[in-house]
């Protein structure tokens, strides 16, 4: 500081000797610096001034006689220096170390901590004490080697703290990314659970589908089945009525031929003493007809019945195996119309209620084929014969 720079304010004057008027009623020790504080203001450790900040006052100089030497009041000019670098005399860069903005220190500065025994030039005497009156307008920190040296230090704390929240952010990312691939995985799982159930539930369900539907067929052809037995039953029934009315009605017919021959014979005085002459049909022994369906038709819509023209392929053997007619060697179908007697009466009744595409095997006693006769020497006489036929066609 120099005094080319001092000028009194006139409007701060009666204050400034006030305090110098009270600071000079003191005993001063010339070697030691007085700091007073006339108006304290607390402020934080990162606002008080230290070496190296700017620091901007306003002040007021004084001599120990009350003559002021120098004031930035008087300039309205505030006064801007960097503490503790020698800009200014050394009881200013001790004195005001730790100072707040608004805050006012009265400083009595000895001469070695001022201008010496030098002075400054006609305004400062050489070994001069000098008394200030400061008012600090604005404390600047500059940062300096341990501020550096701290902001390093925060700077490279932030760094590991940020770091580690990077670290731990990543951490639970990757942990929630996890959790959510193994929820993606349980819920997968899940689902493929679910729709592999529901497979098995549908296959489930198709199988008993199928077996229902397959008892039901069964059921349907077992029912069939009895339906045709019960029809070749009833046909074999009538078949036999009906034959065994034919016999009767013949053995009736031969019994009157007989009665009427006798009754002439009688008249002509013939006379054959307890001789009576019956005609039978045949001494073969009676036996069933045996009615096997080898093949059923998926589809049946027409039923064999008596009058129907039969379209027919057949085998017949005696039941000892040996063939006696074939029409498939022949390769010529056999064609008749049942139940009209053109065939004989095995096959007028096991043919009955026959399918278009149905195969059957007859097993036919003599007395529903050829009888006692036989057919020459191709069918002996009382043979029983197997027939395996196959319906092609029905006309009505």
């Known amino acids: 500081m120099k005094c080319s720079e001092c000028i009194c304010s006139v ?58 030497f120098d004031s930035s009041f008087d300039r309205a000019q505030p006064f801007t220096f960097t503490l503790g670098v020698g800009q200014v005399i050394p009881g200013w860069d001790k004195g005001l170390l730790g100072v707040c903005k608004g805050e006012e220190r009265h400083l009595v500065v000895p001469s070695a901590l001022a201008y010496g025994d030098r002075g400054a030039g006609d305004v400062i005497p050489p070994g001069a004490t000098l008394l200030f009156d400061i008012v600090i307008v604005d404390v600047e920190r500059v940062e300096n080697e341990e501020d550096r040296r701290k902001k390093a230090e925060e700077q490279r704390a932030k760094e590991e703290r940020e770091r ?48 229902r539907k397959a008892e039901e067929e069964e059921r349907k052809k077992e029912l069939e089945r009895r339906r045709q037995q019960e029809e070749r039953k009833k046909l074999a029934t009538s078949t036999r009525r009906r034959q065994e ?28 003493d307890d001789e009576y002459y019956y ?43 040996q063939k006696f007619d074939s029409s498939r060697d022949r390769n010529k179908p056999f064609q008749f119309t049942l139940g009209v007697g053109q065939v004989i009466a095995g096959w007028d009744s096991g043919l009955e209620g026959m399918c278009v595409g149905e195969r059957r095997t007859l097993v036919i006693p003599p007395d529903l084929a050829y009888g006692e006769q036989g057919v020459g020497a191709v069918i002996p006489s009382c043979s029983t014969l197997v027939f395996d036929v196959e319906l092609l066609d029905i006309e009505n």
């Open 245 to 272: 009315e034919r016999r009767r009605g013949e053995v009736a017919s031969v019994q009157e031929g007989t009665r009427r021959k006798e009754e002439e014979e009688e008249d002509e005085d013939y006379y054959y």
């Open 164 to 211: 580690k929240a990077e670290m731990q952010r990543r951490e639970e990312e990757q942990r929630r990314r996890e959790e959510e691939e193994k929820k993606r995985e349980e819920e997968q799982r899940a689902r493929e659970e679910e729709q592999k159930r529901r497979e098995e539930e549908q296959r489930r369900r198709e199988e008993e589908l199928e077996r």
């Open 279 to 321: 005609d039978y049909p045949s001494l073969c022994p009676p036996g069933e007809l045996d009615m096997q369906v080898t093949y059923s038709p998926p589809r049946c819509r027409k039923l064999a019945k008596s009058g129907d023209q039969l379209t027919m392929h057949y085998t017949g053997k005696l039941s000892g195996g």
């Open 11 to 68: 409007s701060n004057l009666s204050f400034l000797l006030l305090i110098l008027a009270g600071s000079s009623a003191k005993s001063l020790d010339k070697s030691d610096l007085q700091v007073d504080i006339t108006r304290a203001i607390n402020c934080a450790n990162s606002r008080q001034a230290r070496e190296g900040d700017k620091v901007t006052v306003h002040y007021g100089g004084f001599l120990q006689d009350g003559k002021k």
